[in-house]
């Protein structure tokens, strides 16, 4: 086996020097933010995405958060979410001060389940408790049935967030995740780790243009240039009025030119990501561990390439082994329900069992477009030498 060239993130990055270039070109011009490229990017994921209107952000949780505020939540409302998620999916609510419940999770999909979605809501009817707002989350790129969720969300009218931040390219019943066929508002995330990447960065999707102008106003203070909008009509160029209390949640247009070069490179990294998910499928044969299922409705994005292990009781042993060997394994997600915030609301251990068991056996593998198929292959000999280690057997 050749030397190494260095530690295997378990994500990262992929720039081009198209992707230099076109933040250089803006660095270049007059405008590095409130500029002409952020429109490019948002009209570039409308068209990718098939969603009529799109608002670029500065990271993941600020769309999550303005997201909550465009659809009322507050005081004595309530949102739903998966545990197995990172905790912003929750928080966003908090932030509003809203009330958050979870769903558990579907063992095999690692989405939330929608058997356990109808038997809460069923409950919940009963007493006068039902969600507001729904944050379906697609797990490591993974869409959820988001069919079912719009049936019920029809049902028990509660509005739908559909947390895509893993699931940039990830398609749904043979169309891409974003179309918002089955949802209010769809969030994207941009960080370094996830499909495409803007540094920082999120964006919003929706097909209600009301909605996309309120969002449009909260991203940047609540205010407005357009005299049209304004109260009293405007008193002269310089003139501006706060329709409404909103925060500085903008992108920059340095943000938005990787954005939109990364964009233009989606189904490169789409079909390299996908392409190491069937290695690993293949390298993996044999090992005690079970790799995420797919489903059949949906076509995953690969954010993530998370296992199982069959001896959990070894997860933190191979963890540091692996480390040490500079294989960048990790974990998603402690479940957000046993974080010490979420213990003071009254959660508790045992609340959400199937995705504190996933927990429990979660290992998260490399993969991103930088690992080579030597990489990969790198990484699975070396999870073969620590589970034997571990006398875990292989």
Same mark, same amino acid.
Request: charged share 20%.
């Given at each position: ?26 660095? !270049? ?5 409130? +500029?002409? *490229? ?70 095999? *999909? ?126 002269? $160029? ?20 990787? +954005? ?85 609301? $009254? ?16 290992? *998260? ?18 999870? !073969? !030498? ?9």
């Amino acid at each position: 086996m050749s030397m190494r060239r260095g530690y295997a993130s378990y994500g990262c990055q992929t720039l081009s020097e198209q992707d230099i270039a076109a933040v250089v070109r803006v660095l !270049r011009s007059d405008w590095l933010t409130q +500029g002409p *490229t952020i429109a490019q990017f948002e009209q570039g994921m409308c068209a990718r995405v098939r969603a009529r209107h799109a608002i670029a952000v500065s990271n993941g949780t600020a769309a999550l958060h303005l997201a909550c505020i465009a659809l009322g939540l507050g005081p004595g409302r309530r949102l739903w979410t998966s545990p197995n998620t990172f905790v912003a999916s929750a928080n966003c609510a908090r932030y509003c001060g809203a009330e958050v419940d979870f769903v558990d999770i579907d063992p095999r *999909t690692l989405n939330m389940s929608v058997p356990l979605l109808e038997a809460k809501l069923i409950e919940a009817e009963r007493a006068g408790r039902l969600p507001d707002v729904l944050v379906p989350v697609h797990f490591g790129g993974l869409p959820c049935d988001m069919a079912e969720i719009a049936r019920l969300a029809k049902r028990y009218r509660f509005a739908v967030i559909e947390d895509a931040s893993h699931a940039v390219g990830a398609e749904y019943r043979d169309e891409p995740v974003g179309s918002c066929r089955y949802a209010d508002i769809t969030v994207f995330s941009f960080h370094p780790v996830k499909i495409i990447t803007t540094g920082e960065g999120g964006m919003l999707l929706t097909n209600d243009q009301a909605l996309a102008a309120k969002l449009g106003l909260l991203r940047s203070h609540g205010i407005t240039r357009d005299a049209a909008e304004m109260r009293a009509g405007t008193e002269g $160029g310089w003139y501006y009025e706060q329709a409404m209390l909103g925060l500085n949640y903008r992108m920059t247009d340095i943000q938005a030119a990787l +954005g939109l070069s990364q964009l233009s490179r989606l189904d490169e990294f789409l079909a390299r990501r996908r392409t190491l998910a069937r290695r690993y499928q293949e390298l993996l044969a044999g090992l005690p561990v079970t790799p995420q299922a797919g489903a059949p409705y949906a076509l995953s994005a690969f954010h993530l390439y998370v296992v199982r292990l069959t001896h959990a009781a070894d997860r933190r042993r191979l963890f540091d082994r692996l480390r040490s060997m500079e294989i960048g394994v990790h974990v998603h997600y402690i479940p957000v329900h046993l974080q010490p915030y979420y213990a003071t609301l $009254g959660f508790r251990r045992g609340d959400f069992p199937e995705a504190e068991r996933y927990y429990e056996e979660a290992l *998260t593998l490399p993969l991103h477009c930088s690992l080579s198929d030597e990489d990969q292959e790198h990484a699975v000999a070396c999870l !073969r !030498r620590a589970l034997l280690e571990s006398g875990s057997g292989v």
